[in-house]
């Protein structure tokens, strides 16, 4: 079964190619040390530090296969090669609240570096999806469970 491609900014891909060295050379070397100071302990049946060097060597490997797909079927969008006429992935928008004259501004990443607290939305979201392919000063409709509301996008920017 063929994984999902996922959009990432060149920073998303970068990040992930960081925790991916970071996992195979850094944390497998702890997981292995922590393995072979539990194996000192005697008894494998009734050494809970051994079975939880090895479940967390279990995760962090699961963890590994997963970036490795990611990193290798990852669609990298370029900031330099996007179109500031329509909102699109790894851009900048700044919206108007057509209801309360209040603005806002989020930028449009992949999934996996979604982070509303720094407002970077997912290209996913209820608000990524309305927003990606519009342009500037349309109104687009965004339905959120707050409710559903009126934006006026007045500014794309990288």
């Not at 990852?74 to 851009?91: F, P, Y």
């Amino acid at each position: 079964m063929a994984k999902e491609q996922k959009t990432l900014t060149v920073e998303g891909f970068r990040k992930l190619e960081e925790r991916l060295e970071y996992l195979k050379t850094t944390r497998r070397s702890e997981i292995a040390e922590n393995i072979r100071i539990a194996r000192s302990f005697g008894d494998l049946s009734e050494n809970s530090e051994y079975d939880e060097a090895k479940n967390e060597q279990g995760i962090v490997e699961q963890e590994i296969l997963e970036l490795e797909e990611t990193i290798k079927t990852a669609r990298v969008i370029d900031e330099n090669d996007l179109n500031m006429d329509v909102v699109s992935v790894g851009l900048q928008v700044r919206l108007l609240n057509i209801e309360d004259n209040r603005e806002m501004e989020y930028r449009i990443v992949g999934s996996s570096e979604s982070n509303p607290a720094k407002r970077m939305i997912s290209d996913e979201s209820p608000i990524g999806k309305a927003l990606i392919g519009a342009h500037l000063n349309q109104v687009v409709e965004i339905s959120i469970p707050k409710g559903v509301f009126n934006y006026k996008i007045i500014g794309i920017s990288k």
